[in-house]
């Protein structure tokens, strides 16, 4: 396991690190966004794309699994705040899988709904791509996409941001900002300051576990590396 940044505040991520197949790097110190690597046989993957300190994180977690950015397959974003795609420049040509719904936050043509990543972007502009500047895959349903024996489903859970969108890969479900964990609070759903509509987020986070396939689920973590494990179901 790699940090960009010292004491960053984690939670459970060692139930995902898998040495050698699979690594996390954090960005942004204490507030600890998440960038994950895995290898498949058709290359590797990177699920979002931090913060400050990104260029080291990225280049980090790839390293700890024997790869390099030109091995990179595809990227998956589970948001587009500012604090998860940082590292875009870095992944110019690969396919970066995105909800459509977050395509204009993430181009800068919309800002965000939560009071606190308005104000950020009003007090420093973001270093936010162009349209054009990515090969985006938008996602507007449930998808899957296959990398030879793995496979990354993809499920659209809007509220935290229009786009936001949960992955499920080897179990372990990224489900963005649309859960978060804090130290004396404990588990809960999405940040209201953060977040656009907190209602439409619980709403799209209750349907998400009615439609999972039982038993494909053992580890959630939010991206800000923070994970629990899944009790499985009676």
Request: aromatic residues 8%.
């Amino acid at each position: 396991m790699t940090f960009a940044l010292t004491r960053p505040i984690t939670h459970g991520v060692a139930l995902i690190d898998d040495p050698g197949r699979a690594a996390i790097s954090t960005t942004t110190g204490a507030w600890a966004s998440m960038v994950y690597a895995a290898r498949t046989d058709s290359g590797a993957i990177v699920i979002d794309l931090g913060w400050t300190g990104t260029e080291r994180a990225v280049r980090g977690a790839l390293y700890d699994i024997g790869a390099s950015r030109e091995d990179v397959a595809r990227v998956f974003i589970t948001h587009a705040h500012r604090d998860h795609v940082a590292g875009w420049r870095q992944v110019g040509g690969v396919p970066v899988v995105i909800g459509a719904g977050d395509i204009a936050l993430l181009v800068g043509d919309r800002a965000p709904e939560g009071w606190v990543p308005r104000l950020s972007r009003r007090i420093r502009q973001p270093d936010l791509p162009a349209r054009g500047d990515l090969d985006l895959v938008p996602v507007t349903r449930d998808t899957l996409f296959v990398l030879g024996a793995d496979t990354v489903f993809a499920y659209p859970v809007p509220g935290h941001t229009p786009g936001s969108t949960a992955y499920v890969f080897r179990g372990i479900l990224f489900v963005g900002d649309a859960m978060n964990w804090r130290p004396f609070t404990g588990w809960s759903g999405a940040r209201p300051e953060m977040s656009d509509d907190v209602t439409e987020s619980d709403r799209s986070l209750a349907a998400l576990w009615r439609r999972l396939p039982p038993g494909s689920v053992r580890v959630v973590c939010t991206a800000h590396a923070k994970c629990r494990r899944v009790e499985p179901q009676p």
